[in-house]
Structures are given as C-alpha cells and as structure tokens.
C-alpha cells in the first residue's frame, strides 16, 4: 500500500493538471513554441543557453532564471509585404484557453536590451507580450477576436546589454487592443489598471485564446527575454524547454 501511494504521489508531481485561471499550472513544455500563424519573414525565437556579459554587475551578468532564455531576432525590413519588417510570436496556444483575462493580477518579463536596440528604434524598441483573446463585449456579440499587448518601458543606452530586472505590466508600460473594443487601443493605450476598467465599463469578460512572447512589425531588434510571469508562475525559459516555476 506504502508503494502504491508513493507511485500515485510520484505521477501526481510529474503529470499536468488542468489549465487554471490562476495563469496556468497545467502547462507543459511540448504546448510552447513559434505560434506559426503569428510570424512573418523569417525572424528567430529560439531557447538558447545565455547570454552572459562581463563589466556589469553578476545580478544582471547573467539570465535570472537558470542557464537560459528566449533568444528572439526580426528584422525591420526583409518581406514584399506592408509594412516590410518581420514579426514573430513564442507562446502556448492549449493550456491558457479559456482563462479570465480579469483574472490576471501579476504579469511581466525581463528582457535582455542592447545599445544596438537603442539604435535601431529608440529606448522604446522592445518586446512585447500579448495575448489573443475573445473579447466578449455584450454589444459586439459578433466580434470574436483581439489581440490584448503590453507594450513595455523604454530601456535606455546607458541600462543596455545586461539584464533588466522584473518589469512589471501591472505597475509599467501600456496595454491597448487590436480589434478597438474599449477605449485602450494603439492610439490611446492604457495602464493596467484602466484597461481592467475599460473592460468592466462595457461589461466585458475577456477569455484567452493564446499566451505570447514577441515582436514586430517595426523595428530591427536582436534580443532575449526570461522569467514570463502570469499571476503566481513564472516560465523560464531555458534551451531544453520551458519550466514552470512557482513565483515567490
């Protein structure tokens, strides 16, 4: 009996679960990848180990979490296509469907900027994290799709090639979306806590359709990002696969 409940326990610890609205503990490694109907050209996201540096502090010499991270490339003008520039998403399209996005309390990324960034675009040249929703605004009964982006504080030159810390999108940076289905959109972004009015205001409950990583379409930028967190996980993000992690 003292075996079998081992065993059980064992299985228990290493099978999956079922996705949560608490950010999803039952993903699993295999359900994390380029989102292929979201890339364009023929941009990089790839797990690799690193990067490191040297000349800077150790707490920013090297990825947060383990050995490893997100190494994402685009380029701003390779395609025949208007605009020109690539774009590429790294996300879970299983385990986060159907999840509350009003559910959503603790969001962000480190993210590993370069001067060169700087150069290509601005302070503002960086990654994004995004989320296809279905929008479920009562008075656009028909409209069955967005994209929710969290568009992140600038890093400056002088904070490049290192690793930021923790940028928090609940506290930072702007939140709009694609489809204009409140008053957050590209034009008028919000912060996090005005978009959570802009849904509620509308009666809104916004369900999740996908869970990414990226960037595009704009600006060349050669990059990594690590420790994705959604509410109480983070996903670190490492050459052999994507860990799931318990936040602190």
Same mark, same amino acid.
Request: with cysteine; aromatic share 8%.
């Given at each position: 009996?003292?075996?079998?409940? &081992?065993?059980?326990?064992? %299985?228990?610890?290493?099978?999956? !679960?079922?996705? =949560?609205?608490? /950010? $999803?503990?039952?993903?699993? *490694?295999?359900?994390?990848?380029?989102?292929?109907?979201?890339?364009?050209?023929?941009?990089?996201?790839?797990?690799?180990?690193?990067?490191?540096?040297?000349?800077?502090?150790?707490?920013?010499?090297?990825?947060?979490?383990?050995?490893?991270?997100?190494?994402?490339?685009?380029?701003?003008?390779?395609?025949?296509?208007?605009?020109?520039?690539?774009?590429?998403?790294?996300?879970?399209?299983?385990?986060?469907?159907?999840?509350?996005?009003?559910? &959503?309390?603790?969001?962000? %990324?480190?993210?590993?900027?370069? !001067?060169?960034? =700087?150069?290509? /675009? $601005?302070?503002?040249?960086? *990654?994004?994290?995004?989320?296809?929703?279905?929008?479920?605004?009562?008075?656009?009964?028909?409209?069955?799709?967005?994209?929710?982006?969290?568009?992140?504080?600038?890093?400056?030159?002088?904070?490049?090639?290192?690793?930021?810390?923790?940028?928090?999108?609940?506290?930072?940076?702007?939140?709009?979306?694609?489809?204009?289905?409140?008053?957050?959109?590209?034009?008028?972004?919000?912060?996090?806590?005005?978009?959570?009015?802009?849904?509620?205001?509308?009666?809104?409950?916004?369900?999740?359709?996908?869970?990414?990583?990226?960037?595009?379409?704009?600006?060349?930028?050669?990059?990594?990002?690590?420790?994705?967190?959604?509410?109480?996980?983070?996903?670190?993000?490492?050459?052999?696969?994507?860990?799931?992690?318990?936040?602190?």
């Amino acid at each position: 009996m003292l075996a079998a409940a &081992l065993l059980a326990a064992l %299985f228990a610890a290493i099978l999956p !679960g079922s996705a =949560v609205a608490d /950010g $999803g503990d039952g993903s699993t *490694p295999d359900h994390w990848g380029v989102i292929a109907r979201n890339t364009i050209g023929s941009p990089v996201a790839e797990l690799r180990n690193g990067p490191y540096v040297s000349g800077v502090p150790a707490s920013v010499a090297k990825p947060p979490f383990g050995r490893g991270s997100l190494g994402i490339e685009v380029a701003n003008n390779s395609t025949t296509l208007t605009p020109p520039s690539e774009k590429v998403d790294f996300g879970n399209e299983v385990d986060f469907v159907g999840n509350r996005i009003l559910t &959503l309390r603790q969001v962000g %990324f480190r993210v590993f900027q370069t !001067g060169e960034n =700087v150069v290509y /675009g $601005g302070a503002t040249n960086m *990654p994004n994290i995004r989320f296809e929703i279905d929008p479920n605004v009562p008075s656009a009964p028909n409209d069955n799709y967005s994209t929710l982006v969290w568009v992140p504080p600038g890093i400056s030159a002088v904070n490049a090639n290192r690793w930021s810390p923790y940028l928090d999108a609940t506290t930072t940076g702007t939140w709009y979306l694609t489809g204009g289905e409140t008053a957050c959109t590209s034009s008028s972004p919000c912060t996090f806590t005005q978009l959570r009015t802009s849904f509620t205001s509308v009666s809104a409950t916004p369900t999740v359709f996908s869970v990414a990583v990226g960037k595009g379409r704009d600006n060349m930028w050669v990059g990594a990002i690590d420790g994705l967190r959604l509410n109480g996980r983070i996903y670190d993000f490492e050459r052999d696969g994507v860990r799931r992690l318990r936040a602190s």
